[in-house]
């Protein structure tokens, strides 16, 4: 069997296409450009790729952004009066603080200052509390497990009742997958780095999303035949035959996985792209919310 391809790239397009529409209707009407603040603390490559990326998608969609990058060593009250500014300024309407920051910064507290209306990665206490919570809505979901989920009801999975095993517990990913799945209805098994036999509960899994980091590890024999794949992980691989040197994996072997799976999102091009159409569309939604 071969999979179904999830292609993340064409789905979040679409989403992009829609939020950009409604932007420029926004502004047709005189009401004020939705705009993104990024906080980029330090000098990490990563870190710093992906907030440029973020601040290019505000411009494509026709949103504002504005960005505050600080240097690494900054103090705890430093950074704390930064991000209040931005909280403070009516002009912002979303907050985004690149994570993971510096080992000394105290993360808790600085994001607990962003507000719940303009928190558009939702890791607000306020927020996540209201996604643990049964019958609450959060003002917003955090935006990569929220693409994972409309991955998959865009590709028609059906995710209630549905045996659902999530690989990884990070407040960023596998937690808040885990409660989104679980408000969905679905069965949920969340793994880490202590779980017994994790083969095995993979292979009770209608639907897996991985978010270990560690390149190919789900193996092939190891999806339940007709499975749907969320496959999160952004891991490098050497590859001599690449002028970089390497390509991108995720955490699942797709060319072992795609002969058992039903449904399957590749890396590059699955969860990454939707990470920020998700983005996009809070950071719209927060606007509306706070200029309606
Ligand atoms: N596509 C996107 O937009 C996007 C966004 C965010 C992250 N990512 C990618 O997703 C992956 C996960 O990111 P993250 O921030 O959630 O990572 P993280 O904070 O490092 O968390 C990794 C999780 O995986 C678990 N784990 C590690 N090794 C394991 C093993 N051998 N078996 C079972 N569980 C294991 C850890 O367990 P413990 O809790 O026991 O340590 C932890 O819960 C990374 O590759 C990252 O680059 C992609």
Same mark, same amino acid.
């Given at each position: 069997?071969?999979?179904?391809?999830?292609?993340?790239k064409a789905?979040?397009?679409?989403?992009r296409?829609?939020?950009?529409?409604?932007?420029?209707?926004?502004?047709?009407?005189?009401?004020t450009? +939705? /705009?993104?603040?990024?906080v980029l603390?330090?000098?990490?490559?990563? #870190? $710093?790729t992906?907030?440029? !990326?973020?601040?290019?998608?505000?411009?494509?969609? &026709? %949103? @504002? #952004?504005?960005?505050r990058?600080? +240097?690494?060593?900054?103090?705890q009250e430093?950074?704390?009066k930064?991000v209040? $500014?931005?909280?403070?300024?009516p002009?912002?309407? &979303?907050?985004?603080t690149?994570?993971?920051l510096p !080992?000394?910064i105290?993360?808790?507290?600085?994001l607990? *200052?962003? #507000?719940? =209306?303009?928190?558009?990665?939702?890791?607000s206490?306020l927020?996540?509390?209201?996604?643990?919570q049964?019958?609450?809505?959060?003002?917003f979901?955090?935006?990569t497990p929220a693409?994972?989920?409309y991955?998959?009801?865009?590709a028609?999975?059906q995710?209630?009742g549905?045996n $659902?095993?999530?690989?990884?517990?990070?407040n960023?990913? @596998? %937690? +808040?997958?885990?409660?989104?799945?679980i408000g969905? =209805?679905? /069965?949920v098994?969340v793994?880490?780095?202590?779980t017994?036999?994790?083969p095995?509960?993979?292979?009770?899994?209608?639907?897996?999303?991985a978010?270990?980091?560690?390149?190919e590890?789900?193996? @092939?024999d190891?999806?339940?035949? @007709?499975a749907?794949i969320?496959?999160?992980?952004i =891991?490098?691989? +050497?590859?001599?035959t690449r002028?970089s040197?390497?390509? *991108?994996?995720?955490?699942?072997?797709?060319?072992?996985?795609k002969?058992?799976?039903g449904?399957i999102?590749?890396v590059?091009? &699955?969860v &990454?792209p939707?990470?920020?159409?998700?983005?996009?569309?809070n950071?719209?939604?927060?606007?509306?919310?706070q200029?309606?």
């Open positions: 069997m071969t999979a179904q391809l999830i292609d993340g789905i979040a397009q679409q989403l296409v829609q939020v950009a529409a409604a932007v420029t209707e926004r502004l047709a009407a005189g009401k450009k +939705p /705009t993104l603040a990024t603390v330090g000098d990490r490559m990563d #870190s $710093a992906y907030v440029s !990326s973020k601040q290019k998608a505000c411009a494509e969609l &026709g %949103m @504002g #952004s504005i960005s990058n600080l +240097p690494g060593d900054i103090s430093e950074l704390e930064v209040q $500014a931005l909280d403070d300024d002009a912002v309407h &979303g907050i985004l690149q994570l993971p !080992s000394h105290n993360e808790e507290r600085v607990q *200052l962003i #507000s719940a =209306n303009k928190d558009v990665d939702g890791f206490p927020n996540i509390g209201r996604l643990a049964k019958g609450r809505a959060p003002l979901i955090p935006c693409g994972c989920i991955l998959l009801e865009q028609d999975v995710i209630e549905a $659902a095993v999530v690989l990884g517990r990070s960023i990913v @596998g %937690m +808040p997958a885990a409660l989104l799945l969905k =209805n679905a /069965t098994t793994c880490h780095s202590r017994k036999d994790l095995d509960v993979v292979r009770g899994a209608d639907i897996l999303i978010a270990i980091g560690k390149a590890f789900v193996r @092939g190891w999806i339940k035949p @007709g749907a969320i496959d999160v992980g =891991n490098s691989k +050497p590859d001599a002028k040197g390497y390509r *991108l994996v995720g955490d699942v072997n797709f060319e072992e996985a002969e058992a799976a449904f999102t590749p590059p091009g &699955g &990454g939707m990470t920020i159409a998700m983005l996009m569309r950071t719209l939604r927060a606007a509306e919310m200029d309606p």
